[in-house]
């Protein structure tokens, strides 16, 4: 999962406003390329966001369990329950507000999907969801992304896959692991949960070096 990973990048938060140009001017991306712009968004409880609309088709990742409502300009309201560690594909949208109407503040890592779907299929040689779908697990796929669902046990020793594509990994947990590649290159990648990384396509295998279980959640772009 991270071989040719770039060092995390502390996120940070992201204020409501009305397009999602004037929330870039102020609200730097740790994540933004031309594929793909990663915000997190600090929602708390009971404070409904101005009206803002989103251009892009969005991943959404929650790193909290918590519930939104979503009123749209012309009054229509949409209620999201969620789970800590869950993920959606969140189309684009007009005007509207949002509101976290439980009771805790909620964290939110949102990647804004540049380039339209028709990307290049996916299919490596040793696609990790063939290698190893015990510990790869397809959340869904579209047009636009595949995203995939890691979970290694303690001491996890993965064998060699392939990632095709550009990624962005989302750490649900703490990591400590090492990657060995194909010409027998060693390294050792440490995240904190919440933390983000970007990386490019890489063949290796992985191990998980903890007493305890890892997850993350890995988002390939096809364009």
């Not at 990663?38 to 892009?56: D, M, N, R, S, Y």
Request: charge should be negative; aromatic fraction near 4%; charged fraction near 25%.
């Amino acid at each position: 999962m991270r071989n040719s990973l770039l060092p995390a990048v502390p996120l940070m938060a992201a204020t409501a406003c009305i397009s999602a140009d004037i929330l870039a001017a102020q609200t730097p991306a740790p994540i933004d390329n031309d594929q793909v712009r990663v915000i997190q968004a600090h929602e708390q409880p009971h404070v409904k966001t101005p009206l803002h609309e989103h251009k892009f088709n969005r991943v959404m990742i929650y790193l909290n369990p918590g519930r939104q409502e979503i009123v749209s300009q012309n009054g229509a309201k949409t209620v999201l329950d969620f789970k800590a560690g869950e993920v959606r594909w969140s189309p684009m949208t007009g005007l509207h507000t949002s509101e976290v109407v439980s009771e805790a503040p909620v964290t939110i890592i949102e990647m804004e999907i540049k380039k339209p779907g028709g990307g290049k299929a996916v299919e490596p040689r040793l696609d990790p969801l063939k290698v190893d779908p015990q510990d790869y697990h397809l959340e869904f796929e579209n047009s636009q992304v595949r995203v995939i669902r890691v979970r290694m046990a303690s001491h996890r020793q993965v064998p060699t896959h392939e990632h095709a594509l550009n990624r962005v990994v989302v750490y649900l947990t703490d990591q400590n692991g090492r990657m060995t590649s194909t010409d027998g290159k060693v390294e050792t990648a440490q995240h904190k949960a919440g933390e983000v990384s970007w990386g490019g396509p890489v063949t290796h295998k992985e191990e998980n070096l903890m007493d305890r279980p890892f997850e993350a959640l890995m988002v390939e772009f096809k364009n």
